[in-house]
Each structure stands twice: as structure tokens, then as C-alpha cells.
């Protein structure tokens, strides 16, 4: 007996990859194999089944399945917004947009990198840090969730938690504050508000890369308890998340 379990989204719509994905699931199944189908956040269908990915939460059966080359390409990018699929494996490529403040998709339907959609925008992170607000910045992240929803985003590149090192550093309107404490404090709540609608939040930028001069090629010198007691505990507080 073929055992397909289909799970589907909130959208409620049907992918054009639906078809592709059933048929993998009933030839799975006529070998034997008991397999589920889910929608990721971007309205795909991924097939999980035992002899590919394992179905538990932390993900570790997909990558014990991959090859270096496979690992290399999942981080490596398709193109500026999206990721490379393992179509081997049933791992469909994602699509991630900038935040933390109001999501920056980019519109596929113009031409340029900077064309995006229409969407709110929301006071930057050095205002709404100033609120020492946790609830606040949890419904703020419920709303950003619900938003990557509607728009096919599977992962928000946000909250931004570099510390504030010096008001020379041109992306400080975005940082939360010069605070560890503070800013791992206001991020988790955030991180949970985002997630709480099955998108993924990932925290920005670079530990202890806090200047704008030469961001993409610096080497940051710091020593050991500057690292652990400042740099590192807000990144800490969001990773187990």
C-alpha cells in the first residue's frame, strides 16, 4: 500500500511543480517507501521521504545526504535572492529578501537589482530598540512574517545585531544598539515573531564587522573577552533560535 501524506499551506494554492511532486511520491511509494509531501514557505512542494531527507526538525538527514559539491552550492547562491535547489535530494531553491525594516523583494517583473515591490516600512532598528519594547518588536515580526507569506519569501535577511562600534559605521540606523545585552534581548522576540509564520530570519551582518569602509574585505582584530563579553553575545542569543 502507498502511503502519501500532503500537507498544504496557508496560500492554498497549487505550484505547477504539484503534478512533478505527486508522481515522485507514488513511485516512492510503489517501492515501499512511506514518504510526506510539504509546502515550504515559498509554495513549493517538498517531497521527504526515508531514503532521502529525514523528517525530523533539525534537518541533519538532508545533509548527511549531500556531497561537498551540493553543500557548497546550498550556501553558495543562485543568483543575488535565491538559492541553489538539490533536486536530488527534493530541496527545492528558496527565495530571501532583505528586512529587518519593511520587505525588500525584489520585482522579477522590472529590470534592475533595486526594483522592488510595494510594502511597509517600519522604523528603523535604532528607533524601535529605543522602546525597550519586547512585545512590540514580536508583532513587528509576526507582520514581517506574514508579509514574506504573501510574497513567496521564504527567509527574511534580518534583524541586523552588529554592535554599534562607531557612529562612522553606515549601516548603524539598522544595528539595534551598541548594547549586547539590549540587542539580544530585543532580537529574540523578533526572531520568534517571523517564525511563529514558518519563515526563516537570519541575523545580520558579519560578527565584528561594524564599519562600512571596506565591509566586504576587512580583517577584524579583537580580542578574546571583547569578542565573548560584547561582539558575540547578541548572535548567541539568536542561534539556538
Known amino acids: ?55 525530523t526538525s533539525d534537518g541533519t538527514g538532508a545533509i548527511k545526504e549531500m556531497t561537498l559539491e551540493e553543500k557548497a552550492l546550498l550556501v553558495s547562491g543562485h543568483d543575488m535572492w535565491t538559492t541553489n535547489p538539490v533536486e536530488r535530494l527534493g530541496i527545492p531553491s528558496i527565495f530571501v529578501s532583505d528586512g529587518p525594516h519593511g520587505l525588500r523583494k525584489q520585482d522579477t517583473k ?9 510594502a511597509v516600512c517600519f522604523p528603523a532598528a535604532c528607533a524601535t530598540a529605543s522602546s525597550f519594547d519586547r512585545g512590540m518588536m514580536y508583532d513587528m515580526g509576526v507582520t514581517l512574517g506574514k508579509e514574506c507569506q504573501a510574497e513567496d519569501v521564504s527567509t527574511i535577511l534580518g534583524p541586523a545585531i552588529n554592535i554599534k562600534r562607531s557612529p562612522l559605521c553606515g549601516r548603524n540606523f ?12 530585543l532580537a529574540v522576540p523578533f526572531i520568534k515573531g517571523v517564525q511563529e509564520c514558518d519563515v ?32 558575540l553575545p547578541a548572535f548567541k542569543a539568536a542561534i539556538p533560535l
Not at 110 to 118: A, C, L, N, Q, V
Open 110 to 118: 522590472k529590470d534592475g537589482d533595486y526594483s522592488t515591490i510595494k
Open 200 to 231: 526563516a530570519a537570519c541575523v545580520k551582518h558579519f560578527a565584528v564587522n561594524n564599519q562600512e569602509t571596506d565591509r566586504l574585505a576587512i580583517d577584524t582584530y579583537v580580542d578574546e573577552r571583547a569578542l565573548r563579553e560584547i561582539y
Open 174 to 185: 539598522e544595528y539595534m544598539s551598541e548594547d549586547p545585552y539590549l540587542n539580544g534581548t
Open 1 to 55: 500500500m502507498i502511503k502519501i501524506h500532503a500537507h498544504r499551506g496557508a496560500s492554498g494554492y497549487m505550484p505547477e511543480n504539484t503534478l512533478l511532486s505527486f508522481q515522485m511520491a507514488v513511485d516512492l511509494g510503489a517501492n515501499g517507501i512511506e514518504c510526506d509531501i510539504h509546502r515550504t514557505a515559498d509554495g513549493q512542494l517538498l517531497v521527504c521521504h526515508d531514503a532521502t531527507i529525514d523528517r
